[in-house]
């Protein structure tokens, strides 16, 4: 059973930092692909970050610069490091996975980022 499961969100002035983790377990991590996600109240839920098995990386224009997705197979956790945080990245975070072999999708639950200004 995949179970992806995020922490890290938190409540943080304008221009901090904050790193969201998502704990994968039951699948292959290694060879499986991630995202990040963001939703604001009211908005529709768009990507923000996205990693593949192999380590290439794509991100919003919005995060570019600021934002930097990563992965350790040795801890199976995916990483969303966000510098320079501005008020409008204040979302639900949610991550993403894409399984390599039948190329099903899974979701967190969620984590909610705060920026106030």
């Excluded at 995020?6 to 994968?24: H, I, K, M, P, T």
């Excluded at 350790?72 to 979302?91: G, H, I, R």
Aim: proline share 2%; with cysteine.
């Amino acid at each position: 059973q995949v179970q992806l499961v995020e922490s890290g969100g938190g409540l943080v002035q304008a221009g901090g930092s904050l790193r969201l983790s998502c704990a994968a377990s039951g699948s292959a991590f290694a060879l499986n692909a991630f995202d990040w996600y963001r939703q604001a109240p009211g908005k529709q839920r768009d990507l923000v970050a996205s990693i593949s098995d192999g380590g290439t990386t794509n991100y919003a224009d919005s995060v570019k610069g600021r934002f930097t997705i990563s992965r350790n197979s040795a801890k199976d956790t995916v990483y969303l490091q966000m510098d320079s945080l501005k008020p409008e990245d204040t979302a639900v975070y949610y991550c993403h996975m894409t399984r390599w072999f039948d190329r099903n999708t899974y979701w967190g639950e969620g984590t909610q980022v705060t920026v106030s200004s």
